[in-house]
Protein backbone atom coordinates (compact mmCIF):
# COMPACT_ATOMS: atom_id res chain seq x y z
CA UNK A 1 0.00 0.00 0.00
CA UNK A 2 1.40 3.48 -0.94
CA UNK A 3 2.46 5.69 2.15
CA UNK A 4 -0.69 8.13 3.35
CA UNK A 5 -0.12 10.94 1.69
CA UNK A 6 1.13 9.22 -1.43
CA UNK A 7 -0.93 8.60 -4.44
CA UNK A 8 -0.49 5.14 -6.34
CA UNK A 9 0.98 6.48 -10.15
CA UNK A 10 -0.24 3.07 -11.67
CA UNK A 11 -2.64 3.12 -14.30
CA UNK A 12 -5.03 -0.14 -14.97
CA UNK A 13 -7.13 -1.53 -17.39
CA UNK A 14 -10.70 -0.18 -16.87
CA UNK A 15 -12.72 -1.46 -19.60
CA UNK A 16 -11.46 -3.66 -22.85
CA UNK A 17 -13.52 -3.52 -25.92
CA UNK A 18 -13.72 -6.14 -28.96
CA UNK A 19 -14.82 -6.24 -32.18
CA UNK A 20 -17.00 -8.90 -31.28
CA UNK A 21 -19.21 -6.34 -29.92
CA UNK A 22 -19.79 -5.27 -26.19
CA UNK A 23 -21.32 -8.81 -24.55
CA UNK A 24 -18.04 -10.00 -25.13
CA UNK A 25 -15.84 -10.33 -22.40
CA UNK A 26 -12.68 -12.52 -23.69
CA UNK A 27 -10.94 -8.99 -24.84
CA UNK A 28 -9.98 -8.82 -20.75
CA UNK A 29 -7.85 -12.75 -21.74
CA UNK A 30 -5.49 -10.09 -23.17
CA UNK A 31 -4.73 -7.94 -20.05
CA UNK A 32 -5.30 -10.08 -17.28
CA UNK A 33 -1.58 -10.76 -16.87
CA UNK A 34 -2.14 -14.53 -17.57
CA UNK A 35 -0.02 -15.45 -20.64
CA UNK A 36 -1.74 -18.41 -20.90
CA UNK A 37 -4.97 -17.25 -21.81
CA UNK A 38 -5.88 -14.84 -24.81
CA UNK A 39 -8.08 -13.14 -26.91
CA UNK A 40 -9.00 -14.47 -30.43
CA UNK A 41 -11.07 -12.28 -32.52
CA UNK A 42 -13.98 -14.11 -34.05
CA UNK A 43 -13.35 -12.54 -37.62
CA UNK A 44 -10.85 -14.26 -39.70
CA UNK A 45 -8.77 -11.45 -41.51
CA UNK A 46 -9.34 -8.21 -38.77
CA UNK A 47 -10.70 -7.20 -36.00
CA UNK A 48 -9.83 -4.96 -32.79
CA UNK A 49 -9.23 -4.18 -29.04
CA UNK A 50 -9.45 -1.42 -27.61
CA UNK A 51 -8.33 -0.99 -23.53
CA UNK A 52 -9.34 2.41 -21.35
CA UNK A 53 -6.94 2.67 -18.86
CA UNK A 54 -7.44 4.95 -15.82
CA UNK A 55 -5.91 7.19 -14.40
CA UNK A 56 -4.36 8.17 -17.88
CA UNK A 57 -1.25 6.46 -18.67
CA UNK A 58 1.82 7.85 -19.44
CA UNK A 59 3.28 4.92 -22.29
CA UNK A 60 7.25 4.67 -22.24
CA UNK A 61 7.22 1.04 -23.78
CA UNK A 62 4.84 -1.34 -24.90
CA UNK A 63 5.00 -5.14 -25.60
CA UNK A 64 2.62 -7.85 -26.93
CA UNK A 65 2.29 -11.01 -27.00
CA UNK A 66 0.60 -12.41 -30.11
CA UNK A 67 -0.25 -15.88 -30.82
CA UNK A 68 1.28 -18.23 -33.16
CA UNK A 69 -0.72 -18.19 -36.34
CA UNK A 70 -2.62 -14.57 -35.23
CA UNK A 71 -2.74 -11.84 -37.64
CA UNK A 72 0.33 -9.52 -36.91
CA UNK A 73 -0.22 -6.60 -39.06
CA UNK A 74 -1.38 -4.35 -36.18
CA UNK A 75 -1.80 -0.42 -36.22
CA UNK A 76 -1.31 1.20 -32.84
CA UNK A 77 -3.45 3.84 -31.97
CA UNK A 78 -3.67 5.82 -28.51
CA UNK A 79 -6.37 8.64 -27.52
CA UNK A 80 -7.21 10.72 -24.55
CA UNK A 81 -11.05 10.91 -25.33
CA UNK A 82 -11.78 8.42 -27.63
CA UNK A 83 -12.62 10.36 -30.18
CA UNK A 84 -9.47 12.19 -31.72
CA UNK A 85 -7.17 9.37 -32.72
CA UNK A 86 -3.07 8.61 -33.08
CA UNK A 87 -1.04 6.64 -34.52
CA UNK A 88 1.97 5.66 -31.39
CA UNK A 89 4.86 6.93 -32.35
CA UNK A 90 8.16 5.40 -32.80
CA UNK A 91 10.89 5.84 -29.70
CA UNK A 92 8.51 5.76 -26.73
CA UNK A 93 11.34 5.40 -24.52
CA UNK A 94 12.81 9.09 -25.19
CA UNK A 95 8.55 10.44 -26.65
CA UNK A 96 6.35 8.68 -24.14
CA UNK A 97 2.75 9.81 -24.75
CA UNK A 98 -0.16 9.90 -22.25
CA UNK A 99 -3.00 8.25 -23.12
CA UNK A 100 -6.58 6.58 -21.78
CA UNK A 101 -7.79 4.55 -24.45
CA UNK A 102 -5.03 2.04 -26.59
CA UNK A 103 -6.40 0.77 -29.76
CA UNK A 104 -5.05 -1.97 -31.46
CA UNK A 105 -6.42 -2.68 -34.79
CA UNK A 106 -5.75 -5.76 -37.23
CA UNK A 107 -6.97 -4.60 -40.87
CA UNK A 108 -8.84 -6.79 -42.73
CA UNK A 109 -5.30 -8.66 -44.49
CA UNK A 110 -7.74 -11.03 -46.61
CA UNK A 111 -6.78 -13.61 -44.75
CA UNK A 112 -8.31 -16.56 -43.00
CA UNK A 113 -6.40 -16.00 -39.91
CA UNK A 114 -7.91 -14.03 -37.08
CA UNK A 115 -6.12 -11.81 -34.64
CA UNK A 116 -5.30 -13.79 -31.23
CA UNK A 117 -3.46 -11.75 -28.06
CA UNK A 118 -1.98 -13.24 -25.29
CA UNK A 119 -1.24 -10.18 -23.40
CA UNK A 120 -0.99 -6.37 -23.67
CA UNK A 121 2.19 -5.04 -21.18
CA UNK A 122 2.27 -1.63 -21.53
CA UNK A 123 5.50 -0.12 -19.69
CA UNK A 124 7.05 -3.98 -19.39
CA UNK A 125 10.03 -3.98 -16.17
CA UNK A 126 8.31 -0.60 -14.49
Given at each position: ??????????????????????????????????????W????????Y??????????????????????L?N????Y??????????????????????????????????????????R?????
Open positions: LPEKGTVAATSEPVSVLTSDGPEDETGWNAVDGDPETATGQKPGGGLVIEYAPALTLRALEVDLAEGSSVNYLSQDAVEWLPLPEGLETNPVSLNFLWLLFPDGRSDAAPAVYEIPNPGN
